[in-house]
């Protein structure tokens, strides 16, 4: 039946737009939508108590259809990479917050809530932070201040941080970053109380990918969240990026996933979805791309504290997919030319039909 209904939903999807009924340019889209008062993503999500958003990043704002359905389709809005540590501390002590500030700007002229990511990662770090020895009384004033002088920066202006992002390997060891091998284990729990401290109200979340499925590398994550609540550290919620890819299969136990870190008093989100295909797309695999994403969504709406759902970008055009996975794409509800594809009639009939 599901499949039924998904191959009707993409065969309606592909008529309309054959026939310039569709989406047209996001100008004529948005015109539509005001005259029909048709419901965005957001709109219909808000209806379920959640928000749906997309990343973003600097170099496409100047992008104008773009930036029209960026800030018409969606009430959340995460910076790609305008607040990771490179870009906002280039220099040891230097802070510059003008990449973050830019989306954070756009948000808010949209009405639009931002997602901090992030402030504690392996990756993307400045060449003063990795390309030397730090004891570790010298790294845990390092990572104290860089992260409580972003925090206080954005106090007020983002609803929830991802403080410590991918801190463990696929087995559920912890990842051996520097932060790690220097200071151990207990650079999270600090991470977590000094972020707290320079703003009370933020929600801090641990986020990584490959954990929507029930396993070694989430059940880690279980393991520390408990002993973390147990220790009275502030975490409020965890992240599953979802980065998915149709040839290794859908994580069937995201709903289950989902709910035992709830019964720990955490709120989950979908942070970074996307769900990748080896090239060419075929019908077939964007009716399959189509299919996920509707159970990630429903997933996400029957379990009360998943809070939302975040596109990593919401089109093919600034997807970050092709460049690390040569020969894989096509990973996003609208296509290159900012056209919707089943995926996002799929998106819409989940969310409207709860």
């Known amino acids: 039946m599901r499949k039924n209904r998904l191959r ?18 996001p100008a004529q889209a948005s015109d539509r939508q005001a005259g029909d008062r ?55 002590g230097v802070f510059d917050f003008s990449q973050g500030d ?13 997602r901090g990511h992030t402030l504690v990662w392996h990756s993307q770090l400045p060449g003063w932070l990795t390309e030397r020895e730090w004891t570790a009384p010298e790294l845990r004033a390092v990572l104290k201040k860089h992260i409580q002088t972003e925090v206080r920066h954005y106090r007020g202006k ?14 559920g060891t912890y990842r051996e970053s520097v932060f790690y ?10 991470a977590l109380r000094w972020a707290h401290q320079a703003d009370p109200r933020v929600k801090l979340y641990l986020n990584d990918y490959n954990i929507e ?75 399959q791309q189509a299919e996920w994403y509707r159970d990630l969504t429903e997933a996400c709406l029957a379990v009360r504290r998943c809070v939302g759902l975040t596109l990593w970008d919401y089109t093919d055009k600034y997807s970050w997919i092709p460049a690390f996975f040569p020969g894989e794409g096509a990973a996003l509800p609208w296509d290159e030319q900012l056209q919707p594809k089943p995926a996002y009639f799929a998106l819409r009939e989940a969310l409207a039909r709860r």
């Open 38 to 92: 048709q419901p965005t993503l957001a709109d219909l999500a808000q209806r379920h108590g959640r928000y749906f958003g997309s990343a973003t990043d600097n170099p496409e704002l100047t992008d104008g259809p773009y930036t029209a359905l960026l800030g018409s389709e969606f009430d959340q809005i995460t910076p790609g990479n305008g607040m990771k540590w490179y870009a906002t501390e280039p220099e040891q």
């Open 8 to 25: 009707l939903a993409g065969a309606v999807a592909v008529f309309l737009v054959t026939a310039g009924l569709g989406a047209g340019s």
């Open 213 to 287: 499925g029930i396993g070694p590398k989430s059940d880690a994550y279980h393991r520390l969240a408990k002993e973390l609540k147990a220790q009275g550290v502030p975490l409020h919620g965890i992240g599953f990026q979802a980065h998915l890819a149709l040839q290794y299969g859908y994580p069937t136990t995201l709903e289950d996933n989902l709910r035992r870190f709830s019964r720990l008093g955490l709120d989950t989100a979908l942070t970074e979805v996307d769900i990748r295909m080896q090239l060419p797309a075929t019908q077939e695999k964007l009716e």
């Open 102 to 114: 830019e989306i954070v700007n756009l948000a808010r002229a949209n009405r639009q809530k931002v």
């Open 158 to 171: 983002v609803f929830a941080w991802d403080v410590v992002n991918e801190a463990f390997n696929e087995d």
């Open 181 to 190: 091998k220097t200071l151990g284990p207990g650079y999270i729990a600090d």
